[in-house]
């Protein structure tokens, strides 16, 4: 069997498609070293890294909607592939061979106001007409599976759930010596309570900030708020409100430390060494987050929205609100027992993603699409 996999997002590791797209390409080599595999990647990554060995790539050119509808079908079929997998959004209207696709949310749908550009809304429209065409539908979880089926009018028979892996690095041991080097770099307090992740309105990181009003009245000193990531053009957009002025205007701003971007071979330290981590989000494709953080050994707080629940099961508090917020994030700063079972209850939970198993599923999936 010969697979093509659009490499668009290779050199983008931060990311969640960087993220799927490399390690899924590394766990179908080994699980399968007799599968052979074409990367196809855009022309300005001319020295791609951490390509698998034994992996053929193909450099193509075009900007990314030339790339995604012309130039990497041809080049899937050319190089003589039997399926093409597409492990996000941008599927081609046609291709030479068949084709899978993985779609990790429907956002932009979801949420109009991620698309408000007429550019962007006539990408939307492309790149979701497009999986009426793929053989397989892959998602990342059961409650994008159903907003696919609902929202694209796709067969059920044709989309499936196949969770992404949680990789080994995030282990409660595995990598702590580098712990105290990860905590000087970025001036970590001795305990904190984390957030890490983009600040877009999605996230609602203003729930968080309002629930750690009331950490901050008793224990703010004890545990400040770290806030990592990316931080945007404050106010520039509807999606990025001023979230610096708001934890001014809650008089927190001296128990809020903002510490930017973060490594990526760096955050399993971080989690490790927080004290519990919040992921606040009304809107998730897949809980990387919150599943890195249980396998790292810290206690996670999330939504309750059908991603986590189908996710993270009884791994991770789930509240519905800042004020339920706040009293989990006390629950499990204060009350050691309490926070020792949820530690144990996370780690049971996110050994139950791999990246073997993912690509097993994957490769299953592949042998479907080429026996019809």
Known sequence: M??????????????????????????LRRLDPALQITLILPAHLRVPEGVPEGVKVIMAGGRRLWFEQRTFPNAAGKAGADIAHIPYHGAPLSAPIPWVITIPDLLP????????????????????????????????????RDEVITRLQLPSDRVTTIAPGIDESFHPRLGAERDPEVRKKYELPEAFVLYHGEFDRRKSINDLLLAYTYVAQGA??????????????????????DLRRYAQDLQISDLVQWIGPIDPTERASLYRLAKVIVMPSVYEGFAWTVLEAMASGTPAIAREIPVMQALVGDGAYLIRD????????????EQEPFRQTMINQGLAQATRYTWRKTARETLNIYEQVLKA
């Open 2 to 27: 010969h697979i093509a996999i659009n490499g668009w997002f290779w050199d983008r590791p931060a990311t969640e498609n960087g993220i799927y797209v490399r390690k899924l390409t590394h766990a």
């Open 109 to 144: 749908l979801v949420m109009p106001e991620y698309a408000p550009k007429w550019g962007d809304k006539l990408y939307t429209s492309l790149t979701t007409s497009t999986a009426n065409g793929a053989s397989y539908v892959i998602t990342w979880s059961d409650a994008i």
């Open 220 to 241: 703010g000193e004890r545990y400040p708020l770290v806030l990592a990531g990316p931080e945007p053009a404050w106010g520039s957009t509807a999606i990025y409100p």
């Open 322 to 333: 800042a004020r339920k917020m706040a009293g989990a994030m006390l629950a499990l700063l």
